[in-house]
């Protein structure tokens, strides 16, 4: 079974900057639409970044302008470059296929101080 494996989070200030990553177990991410996802206290997973298995993006609202996803199937790793970052990006984020198809994996928390 794929698995996921999330990491590159941390705390930050207001303004900065955070890599994140998601690694698989296998050679999925030139088959799949991966997405990140996050997930803040008490609030639903949502999907904030698409990317196609063509490269096509799209983000949400809330981070559009700030976040950027990429991909290298070569490394069976996907990306999430994360600037300017805000209080409100505070959450666990986690990748997944953009059906949420793959066992969910621990995730990596983010945290942004005020």
């Known amino acids: 079974q794929v698995q996921l494996v999330e990491s590159g989070g941390g705390l930050v200030q207001a303004g900065g900057s955070l890599r994140l990553s998601c690694a698989a177990s296998?050679?999925?991410?030139?088959?799949?639409?991966m997405g990140w996802y996050r997930q803040a206290p008490g609030k639903q997973r949502d999907n904030v970044a698409i990317?196609?298995?063509?490269?096509?993006?799209n983000y949400a609202d809330s981070v559009k302008g700030r976040f950027t996803i990429s991909r290298d199937n070569a490394r069976n790793t996907v990306y999430l470059q994360m600037n300017s970052l805000k209080p409100e990006d505070t959450a666990v984020y986690y990748c997944?296929?953009?059906?949420?198809?793959?066992?969910w994996g621990q995730g990596t928390q983010v945290t942004v101080s005020s």
């Open positions: 296998a050679k999925i991410f030139s088959i799949y639409t």
């Open positions: 997944n296929t953009n059906l949420r198809a793959l066992p």
């Open positions: 990317i196609t298995t063509t490269d096509n993006v």
